[in-house]
């Protein structure tokens, strides 16, 4: 059983950065894929970014530029670097990892506001 811990989030002014964690209980290097996901109030979890195992890198259109997904295998980690963040950025961010099956965060609360 994979476990996920997040750390990172909370509130932001717009324009300000973030960097969410995800912490795995085993070595990820055989993880295909590690993704962060959000969902917004009223509106369906969406994938926000992804990375597989081969470094390869998938973004969302909204946060292509501002954001930057990695992974450190030798620590177990992924990141998720928010950069120029805007009020609609605002959700519960989940990092997910793909093994066998999709294993999930507890999420975490990024909230970009004034």
């Known amino acids: 059983q994979v476990q996920l811990v997040q750390s990172g989030g909370g509130l932001v002014q717009p324009g300000g950065s973030q960097r969410l964690s995800c912490a795995a209980s085993?070595?990820?290097?055989?993880?295909?894929?590690m993704a962060w996901y959000r969902q917004a109030p009223g509106k369906q979890r969406e994938l926000v970014a992804s990375?597989?195992?081969?470094?390869?890198?998938n973004y969302v259109n909204s946060v292509k530029g501002r954001f930057t997904i990695s992974r450190d295998n030798a620590k177990n980690m992924m990141y998720l670097q928010m950069n120029s963040l805007k009020p609609e950025d605002t959700a519960v961010y989940y990092c997910?990892?793909?093994?066998?099956?999709?294993?999930w965060g507890q999420g975490t609360q990024v909230t970009v506001s004034s």
């Open positions: 990375i597989t195992s081969g470094g390869s890198t």
């Open positions: 085993e070595n990820i290097s055989g993880f295909y894929v």
């Open positions: 997910g990892a793909l093994v066998t099956l999709w294993y």
